[in-house]
């Protein structure tokens, strides 16, 4: 019989406070449909962030080092 196994990896941002721009990037690791997010411990600015990409804007070396 022949199984198959499914792995993906996701990054999602989620709003730190309404008072400034800041988002928390998590990690969102899927196995067999089996979901688990992480928190990274890494923070972006909202006019930095692509979400239709899920990536942040490469525009310093920061950014840069994130999306590697």
Not at 44 to 64: I, N, Q, Y
């Amino acid at each position: 019989m022949l199984q198959t196994n499914t792995f993906g990896i996701h990054f999602t941002v989620r709003e730190r406070s309404k008072k400034n721009s800041e988002l928390t990037v998590y990690a969102r690791i899927t196995v067999n449909k089996s979901r688990c997010e992480l928190a990274i411990k890494r923070t972006v600015k909202k006019e930095d962030w692509k979400f239709a990409r899920g990536s942040a804007k490469p525009k310093t070396a920061e950014l840069k080092h994130l999306n590697s």
